[in-house]
């Protein structure tokens, strides 16, 4: 992918732009209401480490194309259970949740997120893991584990009660509402609601503040907060693959999926 937006291919699942100290990587599946398939899930670990490893690059903003932050994991993909299972000794590729989690989990750099439209699965339990959120005001959000006969990702069982409450995390997964912006921002999911119009130019302006930085200071913070976190991120994402893996191979929960992919 091209650094330079104007030699950025419209067809690429993800766009990517730098400027003024910021990579902006926006999701671009518009007609999968940018879902994740694996496609997208390597090319945004790609985009994520190119950033990592940039020195002009002091931070980065992930936002979606369209009506969606993202509708969450492309469900076809997700029915399969190797697509969770350890591939310790075999010849299987890391699956490409697992290969953006692991990134995700340790990004040395400030992560921003701009939420545009509806986030669900994913482009909920993303948000723990960024450093600063804004929410457009008709942006709505939703985590649709348990009525999919599995359970949660990306360290959500973790980080969502560490983020919002046990109690709202608890009411969050077991109940499953849409969340609208205002409700987003005082869970704490979100730091700002923003008029949708607006959105982009907010996150931006906030991200261009933190490239103008110096480069050390930012990593060395970052690095601090994530480090008193320890282990504790990523072993809550591999309990949740493991149960996952097994969940969604259940016959009797694979029911639950099967009819909702049937919709």
Known sequence: MSDDPSQTDPSDV????DA???????????DALNAFNQELWVA???ALVEAAEDPELRCVVLTGTGRAFTAGQDLAEMADPAMME?????????????QLMQVLETFPKPLLAAVNGVGVGIGLTILPHC???FIGESARLKAPFVSLGVTTE???SLLLPATIGWQEAALLLFTEPWIDAAEAVRLGLALRSVPDAELLDEIMAVARTIGA??????????????????TSVRDAREREEREFARLVGAPENRAALDSFLAK
């Open 86 to 98: 350890p591939t310790d000794g075999t010849d299987r590729p890391e699956p490409g949740y697992r």
């Open 213 to 230: 930085m110096a480069v050390e200071p930012l990593t060395t913070t970052k690095r601090m907060m994530l480090e008193a976190r320890g």
């Open 14 to 17: 993800v766009l990517v732009e």
């Open 131 to 133: 450093d600063i959120v």
């Open 44 to 46: 945004i670990r790609d």
């Open 154 to 156: 990306a360290s959500a």
């Open 20 to 30: 003024d100290g910021v990579r902006r990587i926006t999701f671009n599946r518009p």
